[in-house]
């Protein structure tokens, strides 16, 4: 359901583990925020006493390497955003501060459910202004190698098609569509973990990344199949996280998407790329404000510009 209004959490949640790339814990708290705040995080904990308020936004990003990163190492960033910034984005959350006391979001059970279950346990709540929205008019895509990401227009709401392809036949070759809704959302995404083989297990240790992964938080993957005893939670688990992960990356278009995404074989560098290329021509899109009932708003165009993208794609 496409709704009118925007929204925010109707009370602080908090949560708390470890970075799956760091291994380090960390705490989050989800505040509530005002309209038209968007979603932003607020890091503490850093050296002196300094905190960094840092918006999620694509023109933020830093690194894109097995996970998103906002906000700059030296003087404040946040990785891993990926998870949280999806639910927010699949259960149609506008406006949220995320107080977080170190660098890397808290990998929990590896999906984004938890994060779901935070922000129902404390409910939501309208923030009295009509919803904003970037609606695609003209399609853009970005390619690396045989993967590519695009984003196209399309008049009803927000569409995924991700297919994924990998060499590993317990993984291989699988695609997934689906109209998000927030429904849709807690259906038939937010459970999907990530995952990883257990070849390059290694390799990710001796480059720094993956050192608090466990079978508690990551999908593993062997030559002769899942290594985790409960098997996976949906027998396409991999291409729904896939979709998860590009919900997220997706988020950091700053206002929700009217329009169609597909991808093959795409990852955080391309999803982020595609935003890049979107805004780097304000002929690509325009904002519309939602107005009407909550059950279908209709959408008037709204002249605001977000700018021009300052991160470079990696393809």
């Given at each position: 359901m496409?709704t009118?209004?925007?929204?925010?959490?109707?009370?602080?949640a908090?949560?708390?583990?470890?970075?799956?790339?760091?291994?380090?814990?960390?705490?989050?708290?989800?505040?509530?925020?005002?309209?038209?705040?968007?979603?932003?995080?607020?890091?503490?904990?850093?050296?002196g006493?300094r905190?960094?308020?840092?918006?999620?936004?694509?023109?933020?990003?830093?690194?894109t390497?097995?996970?998103?990163?906002?906000?700059?190492?030296?003087?404040?960033?946040?990785?891993?955003?990926?998870?949280?910034?999806?639910?927010?984005?699949?259960?149609?959350?506008?406006?949220?501060?995320?107080?977080?006391?170190?660098?890397?979001?808290?990998?929990?059970?590896?999906?984004?459910?938890?994060?779901?279950?935070?922000?129902?346990?404390?409910?939501?709540?309208?923030?009295?202004?009509?919803?904003?929205?970037?609606?695609?008019?003209?399609?853009?895509?970005?390619?690396?190698?045989?993967?590519?990401?695009?984003l196209r227009?399309f008049?009803?709401?927000?569409?995924?098609?991700?297919?994924?392809?990998?060499?590993?036949p317990?993984?291989?070759?699988?695609?997934?569509?689906?109209?998000?809704?927030?429904?849709?959302?807690?259906r038939?995404?937010?459970?999907?973990?990530?995952?990883?083989?257990?070849?390059?297990?290694?390799r990710?240790?001796?480059?720094?990344?993956a050192?608090?992964?466990?079978?508690?938080?990551?999908?593993?993957?062997?030559?002769?199949?899942?290594?985790?005893?409960e098997?996976?939670?949906?027998?396409?688990?991999?291409?729904?996280?896939?979709m998860?992960?590009?919900?997220?990356?997706?988020?950091?278009?700053?206002?929700p998407?009217?329009?169609?995404?597909?991808?093959?074989?795409?990852?955080?560098?391309?999803?982020?790329g595609?935003?890049?290329?979107?805004?780097?021509?304000?002929?690509?899109?325009?904002i519309?404000?939602?107005?009407?009932?909550?059950?279908?708003?209709?959408?008037?165009?709204?002249?605001?510009?977000?700018?021009?993208?300052?991160?470079?794609?990696?393809?």
């Amino acid at each position: 359901m496409r709704t009118s209004q925007q929204t925010t959490l109707r009370s602080a949640a908090s949560l708390s583990g470890i970075g799956v790339h760091s291994g380090n814990p960390v705490s989050i708290t989800l505040h509530p925020a005002e309209a038209h705040h968007g979603i932003a995080f607020l890091r503490t904990g850093m050296a002196g006493g300094r905190d960094r308020v840092i918006q999620a936004h694509h023109a933020q990003v830093t690194a894109t390497e097995l996970c998103t990163v906002i906000g700059d190492r030296q003087t404040g960033a946040v990785a891993t955003i990926e998870h949280l910034m999806s639910a927010l984005y699949g259960l149609g959350i506008d406006n949220a501060l995320v107080e977080i006391d170190g660098p890397e979001m808290p990998i929990l059970d590896g999906s984004s459910a938890p994060f779901v279950d935070a922000v129902a346990a404390v409910g939501t709540t309208s923030c009295g202004a009509p919803r904003r929205f970037i609606k695609i008019l003209r399609g853009v895509r970005v390619e690396k190698g045989r993967a590519f990401a695009e984003l196209r227009p399309f008049e009803r709401g927000f569409r995924l098609d991700v297919e994924i392809d990998f060499e590993s036949p317990v993984i291989g070759r699988s695609r997934k569509a689906l109209d998000l809704t927030p429904a849709a959302y807690r259906r038939d995404i937010a459970r999907a973990r990530t995952f990883g083989m257990m070849r390059d297990v290694e390799r990710y240790w001796k480059a720094g990344f993956a050192l608090g992964a466990s079978l508690e938080n990551t999908v593993a993957v062997g030559d002769g199949g899942v290594v985790n005893p409960e098997g996976l939670r949906y027998k396409d688990e991999f291409v729904r996280h896939k979709m998860l992960d590009a919900i997220g990356d997706l988020a950091l278009a700053g206002l929700p998407i009217l329009g169609a995404y597909q991808s093959y074989c795409g990852g955080h560098g391309l999803n982020v790329g595609v935003l890049t290329a979107l805004f780097a021509d304000r002929a690509n899109y325009t904002i519309v404000e939602a107005a009407g009932g909550r059950r279908e708003p209709v959408f008037a165009e709204f002249g605001v510009s977000l700018g021009s993208a300052v991160y470079a794609p990696e393809c």
